[in-house]
């Protein structure tokens, strides 16, 4: 069983920055594919970014591209998600995904999350 907790959400203006984190445990983490998803007010869940086991390879929806920047850390078994230029597009609550498999867009395919964290992007 993963757990999964991530950090890093809160309140900013649009074009500032954030940082969201994922700390991972209960099983290798360098085992799984992570990816980032978010699901705004009234929206379906989406997908952001995904990055390999090994860190080598890294997906972008095309609405963040550019602007976010996925990464992880197999040592400290964590995952992040630099966000800069946000905007208010980008409110949402941010959960981080993992599988034990290649890199997916799909959500239904990722089998461990997290709780999510708030990012709310004001104008």
């Known amino acids: 069983q993963v757990q999964l907790v991530e950090s890093g959400g809160g309140l900013v203006q649009a074009g500032e920055s954030l940082r969201l984190s994922c700390a991972a445990s209960?099983?290798?983490?360098?085992?799984?594919?992570m990816g980032w998803f978010r699901q705004g007010p009234g929206k379906e869940r989406e997908f952001v970014a995904t990055?390999?086991?090994?860190?080598?390879?890294?997906y972008y929806a095309d609405s963040v591209k550019g602007r976010f920047t996925i990464s992880r850390d197999n040592a400290k078994n964590t995952v992040h998600l630099q966000m800069n230029s946000l905007k208010p597009e980008d409110t949402a609550v941010y959960y981080c995904?993992?599988?034990?498999?290649?890199?997916?867009?799909?959500?239904?395919?990722?089998?461990?999350w997290g709780q999510g964290t708030q990012v709310t992007v004001s104008s």
């Open positions: 209960g099983d290798t983490f360098s085992d799984y594919t």
């Open positions: 995904a993992s599988r034990k498999s290649s890199s997916t867009r799909r959500a239904d395919q990722y089998n461990y």
């Open positions: 990055i390999s086991r090994g860190g080598t390879n890294t």
